[in-house]
């Protein structure tokens, strides 16, 4: 079994940063791509981003690219989401998310197996 705990969210004022880590415990999650989603109220989850099993390489969503950072540290089993810019609408509940086995970088919730009970960010305008 394998957990995922979420931390860092919390209220910022738009323009502003929040850095969300996200410790998996449970099995050597070095081997599997991961991923952040978000939902706002109302809405369906999002795929934001993914990174590979050893973090040389990531994938956007259009709405974070350039502005979301997302990195890994597998010695420490943590994955991280820099978020900079920050706008009203990505107030969302943030999740992080491994992958199952053979993805390279996965963009479907369908892809994940194990997730993480979330974290809330509250973008203020």
């Known amino acids: 079994q394998v957990q995922l705990v979420e931390s860092g969210g919390g209220l910022v004022q738009a323009g502003g940063s929040l850095r969300l880590s996200c410790v998996a415990s449970g099995r050597t999650t070095r081997a599997y791509a991961m991923g952040w989603f978000r939902q706002a109220p109302g809405k369906e989850r999002e795929w934001v981003g993914a990174?590979?099993?050893?973090?040389?390489?990531?994938s956007y969503a259009d709405s974070v690219r350039g502005r979301f950072t997302i990195s890994r540290n597998n010695a420490e089993n943590t994955l991280y989401l820099q978020m900079n810019s920050l706008k009203p609408e990505d107030t969302a509940v943030y999740y992080c998310a491994s992958s199952s086995p053979g993805h390279v970088l996965a963009s479907r919730a369908s892809e994940y197996d194990y997730w993480g009970q979330g974290t809330q960010v509250t973008v203020s305008s």
């Open positions: 990174i590979t099993r050893s973090g040389d390489r990531t």
